[in-house]
């Protein structure tokens, strides 16, 4: 059992790899703790679940108290979440997001300079 929850926290490595972007970090662990925000709440819950299994598989008295249904739920979770995730998506709506950004920024800086210059009677 001890090389089935490494086994899958390897798969889920790769995943945040090619999915998010994560390239930082060495392990499972590291790349989790890379993604940060970018995994909602439930899936850092269910990553943590994973790394507290691969640590105490090492273990021998604390490799019998793991929950593997629960590492296995958590796996699957993630899993379902990661592969369902779109690279070229994410950054095309990255790319969209700035341009509405840049563009609000500049609609926000002309409508202030009309403003000054219909309170100057400049206009």
Do not use: Y
Not at 29 to 53: E, M, N, Q, S
Not at 100 to 105: H, M, Q
């Amino acid at each position: 059992m001890t090389t089935f929850i490494s086994h899958q926290a390897e798969q889920l490595s790769a995943l945040l790899s090619e999915r998010l972007g994560v390239h930082a970090g060495v392990g499972f662990a590291g790349k989790l703790a890379k993604a940060g925000r970018r995994l909602p709440r439930w899936a850092r819950r269910d990553g943590a679940v994973i790394v507290t299994a691969m640590q105490w598989e090492t273990h021998p008295m604390l490799s019998r108290q793991i929950d593997h249904d629960r590492v296995a739920r958590a796996v699957k979770n993630l899993t379902r979440h990661l592969g369902g995730l779109d690279a070229s998506k994410r950054r095309k709506n990255k790319i969209l997001d700035l341009i509405a950004s840049i563009a609000f920024v500049v609609c926000v800086t002309v409508g202030l300079i009309l403003g000054i210059m219909i309170w100057r009677d400049l206009i």
